[in-house]
Each structure stands twice: as C-alpha cells, then as structure tokens.
C-alpha cells in the first residue's frame, strides 16, 4: 500500500486547505427530536467527506457541530487544527495532510 504524506507549511483559509487538497465539505442537519434536545445536541455538523484525524495509531471520525451550518464548520476547522488529517483511509488511495495550526 502506498500512503502519500503531504505537509501544509503556510497559513490558508479552510476553503483554500479544501480546494488544494480537492477535499468535500459536507454539512448536514441532525432531525431536533426529543432524544437529540435532550442531550442539548447542536443541530448541525460539518466534516470533509471520508476523511478521519490520525490520533497515534488510531483514526478517529470527527465532525463540528453548530447551531448554524456556519457554526458547524467553524468548530470542525478549530478542531482540525495541528492535526493529520487521512482521506480514504482504507484504500490504496490514502493520504494524510498535515493541517495547518492555525487558519487564516
């Protein structure tokens, strides 16, 4: 298996990490039934589609979550940040980008 590690030296926008990396944002709303109010569970979630954070040896799937789409993305992009991001992870076509520690 070939794995392809590609390393984000300069500050960008979450938008220009997206593009460079031809990666999919992908927002979605999680239906407000009474289960979901009552573990005060934000209404939407954002995440690049299948990708997961290399935490070690392990990958963990992880997405942000807001009450606006906006919301979602922006907890999502502070919680990618110094993180390895891995697209694909279970295919010859893996690859892990460094995300960057901060966004522009």
């Known amino acids: 298996m070939k794995i392809e590690i590609k390393t984000c030296g300069k500050r960008q926008t979450l938008e220009q990490f997206a593009d460079e990396n031809g990666l999919v944002m992908e927002v979605g709303e999680r239906p407000m039934d009474s289960w979901t109010r009552s573990r005060c569970i934000p209404r939407w979630y954002a ?3 299948d990708t997961a954070i290399k935490d ?4 963990i799937s992880t997405s942000g979550d807001g009450h ?3 919301e979602a993305i922006t907890n999502y992009a502070n919680k990618l940040r110094s993180c390895v991001l891995v697209v694909d992870a279970w295919t010859p076509s893996r690859l892990e980008i460094q995300c960057p520690n901060e966004w522009e």
């Open 56 to 59: 070690g040896y392990r990958l």
């Open 68 to 70: 606006s789409p906006q």
């Open 47 to 49: 995440w690049f589609r």
